[in-house]
């Protein structure tokens, strides 16, 4: 159970409790027990908000379309969203902590984000997500993190398209197409879900669905492959980011593409930081329903610039 909906159950057995008391003639057994017990409820809500659990959780909610009430939910609406729900954590997770991506492919930190379906929360028909034996607390932490983020990516989609695009430029583009199937799953099922992380809770109701939905799907990447002659300003280590200078244009900064091996990574500091080169780049850019962002860019690879090079400049 998310601490969210822990919090309520608290909540509900306080105020239940705090009438009861009220409501009941002071008893030299009775009265005491539940002044105990109200102690203990209002610290245990205190704690809750203060430091919540720290295992990733996540129970998504349907009603209406696919969900029969609380007994039941459509199989293939459940695989789709559990699916698309999975992609977009650990994309999100692995681009966020470990650098740039594969289009397709296995990703680093995957395992760190792995999930299990682990309850059927009832009032609508609910699906809890946990990840089981944390034993990396500083990931665990992250992985919860990335959950909310994914949370409030989806406020972000149902609002407007300024507030999308403001929030979308913070994730890796290939978060946009496991969220464009999860809304397409939604939006396609016709009914309401409602998703709760750690003390967040996100609604969407049908006709927020279709706003985001229709939103959403209108953005798609493009990607190019890009040789361009410059000075290369190095790597750092630790979050596999790089600087290029090009010969003209803005100072180029991104992450070093997921090919790239820990000792080629070595190699380019130590043989072209600070000198002229010409670097093979892979820029994503995604378009939205406003037009085109700035793109995104990946290091493939680096060589030593001949003289007579002509390469091409940045989009």
Not at 80 to 97: C, G, R
Not at 135 to 142: E, R
Not at 179 to 188: G, I, M, P, V, W
């Amino acid at each position: 159970m998310t601490p969210l909906r822990q919090r309520e159950e608290l909540l509900t057995e306080l105020a239940g409790l705090k009438d009861l008391l009220q409501a009941t003639p002071e008893d030299t057994l009775a009265t005491p027990l539940m002044k105990g017990r109200v102690e203990e409820l209002e610290k245990a809500i205190r704690e809750l908000q203060e430091q919540p659990p720290l295992a990733p959780e996540a129970e998504l909610f349907f009603t209406e379309g696919p969900a029969l009430g609380h007994r039941g939910l459509e199989a293939k609406f459940a695989s789709d969203i559990l699916d698309t729900y999975q992609n977009m954590v650990t994309n999100h997770y692995s681009a966020k902590h470990y650098g740039a991506l594969r289009r397709a492919g296995r990703r680093r930190g995957e395992a760190e984000t792995k999930l299990f379906l682990t309850a059927l929360p009832r009032g609508s028909f609910g699906l809890q997500l946990t990840q089981l034996h944390v034993s990396d607390f500083v990931a665990a932490t992250d992985v919860s993190s990335a959950m909310q983020d994914i949370s409030g990516l989806l406020e972000a989609a149902t609002e407007s398209d300024t507030a999308f695009e403001r929030l979308l430029a913070s994730f890796n583009p290939r978060v946009l197409k496991p969220l464009t199937r999860f809304l397409e799953a939604l939006h396609t099922g016709g009914g309401q879900c409602r998703i709760v992380t750690g003390l967040k809770e996100t609604k969407l109701t049908s006709a927020k669905i279709a706003d985001a939905f229709t939103r959403v799907s209108a953005a798609k990447t493009d990607e190019k492959v890009l040789t361009i002659n410059g000075t290369f300003g190095g790597v750092l280590m630790f979050s596999w980011e790089f600087d290029f200078q090009p010969g003209a244009g803005d100072t180029i900064r991104g992450a070093l593409a997921e090919e790239v091996t820990e000792q080629a990574a070595e190699a380019m500091n130590h043989d072209f930081t600070n000198k002229a080169a010409v670097a093979k780049l892979k820029a994503t850019t995604v378009e939205t329903r406003s037009g085109k962002k700035k793109p995104t860019y990946e290091l493939i690879e680096l060589q030593s610039a001949p003289q007579d090079n002509n390469a091409q400049s940045p989009p």
